[in-house]
C-alpha cells in the first residue's frame, strides 16, 4: 500500500487501554487499512509517517472502540 493510504489521527487525548491505562496528551494513532501501526506523542507518530493523510480530532478524546462482545442466550 501507498503511504498515502495511512491515516493520522491528531491533536487529541489518547487513553491507549483500560486495563493498563495510559494518557497521552498531545496524542495520535496511525493506521493503514484495518491495522494500527502507531499510537504515541504526535510529533513522533506524525514524524515516522510522512506523506499520511491527516484527520484532526480537534482536541479530543481518542479511545479503544469501545465493544461489548456478551450476549444473553435464553
Known amino acids: ?24 496528551d498531545d496524542g495520535a494513532v496511525a493506521w493503514q487499512g484495518d491495522e494500527i501501526l502507531a499510537i504515541g506523542p504526535e510529533a513522533e507518530v506524525a514524524f515516522a509517517h510522512p506523506g499520511a493523510r491527516t484527520l484532526d480530532a480537534l482536541g479530543g478524546l481518542i479511545v479503544p472502540g469501545l465493544i461489548n462482545l456478551h450476549h444473553h442466550f435464553y
Open 1 to 24: 500500500m501507498a503511504s498515502t493510504d495511512i491515516q493520522l489521527l491528531t491533536n487529541g487525548i489518547v487513553v491507549t487501554s483500560w486495563d493498563d491505562p495510559s494518557v497521552i
